[in-house]
């Protein structure tokens, strides 16, 4: 069974400058999450998706940070612009389920702003 | 709301001695516990849950963990560490489908 897929696994942008990330969870999994990793940190939840609806963004940065799950399958969580605060990993994780499933998480993608 | 404290930022051990990791939660509903570990570049793996019933719980690598609910903590333990045992350790707690993660352990593990 394949796991979770993001891409890019690392970027370099400016500030200022777009980025976006993408995730393809494990199939089957109705539940997606982005978090926010800051160096020597644990992860943060940004958003989680039940299928394509969004059911907890309330720590997303909304003035800079947007996220998609079209179709309920494949998610984007894009910046714009970015600032050099946002240099961090960026994990999406995936669930069969709420409540006690595990999570499943992918191998990050470890922005640079400079 | 609900919180995850790990007491110990890093811990070094010698290889094939014990560890044990500290991580003490508060939560006003029942929860679900888990620790995950995080090899250098690499997303979280799942070495054991807590979901109900057995308060000692049994994962992959060697690695165990016991549930207290009295003093709210869920210590991580492994009576012999390879080398291969570094990493960061991630206690976390979860409630309505939110995960919340505690701070991480790195754990450094010297020949």
């Known amino acids: 069974e394949a796991g979770v897929v993001q891409s890019p696994r690392y970027k370099i942008i400016e500030k200022k400058q777009p980025v976006a990330f993408w995730c393809n969870p494990i199939?089957?999994?109705?539940?997606l999450y982005w978090y926010l990793q800051n160096l020597g940190q644990g992860p943060e939840l940004l958003i989680r998706?039940?299928?394509?609806?969004?059911?907890?963004d309330s720590q997303l940065p909304k003035d800079r940070f947007s996220a998609e799950r079209l179709k309920g399958v494949d998610s984007t969580l894009k910046i714009q612009p970015a600032e050099l605060g946002d240099s961090a990993v960026y994990l999406c994780a995936s669930s069969p389920s709420t409540g006690g499933a595990e999570q499943y998480f992918g191998p990050g993608t470890r922005l640079t702003v400079t | 709301a609900q919180s995850v404290t790990q007491l110990d930022s890093q811990v070094p051990v010698f290889e094939e001695a014990p560890v044990e990791l500290r991580c003490n939660y508060s939560s006003s509903v029942s929860v679900y516990l888990f620790w995950y570990v995080q090899y250098p570049n690499q997303g979280l793996q799942l070495l054991l849950k807590y979901l109900s019933g057995s308060t000692l719980v049994k994962g992959i690598n060697g690695f165990e963990a016991e549930f207290n609910k009295s003093q709210t903590s869920f210590h991580l333990r492994k009576p012999s560490v390879h080398i291969s045992d570094t990493a960061e350790y991630f206690c976390a707690v979860s409630s309505s489908g939110q995960l919340t993660f505690g701070g991480g352990t790195r754990v450094l593990v010297k020949p």
């Open positions: 199939s089957g999994h109705n539940t």
């Open positions: 998706y039940e299928n394509e609806e969004a059911v907890d």
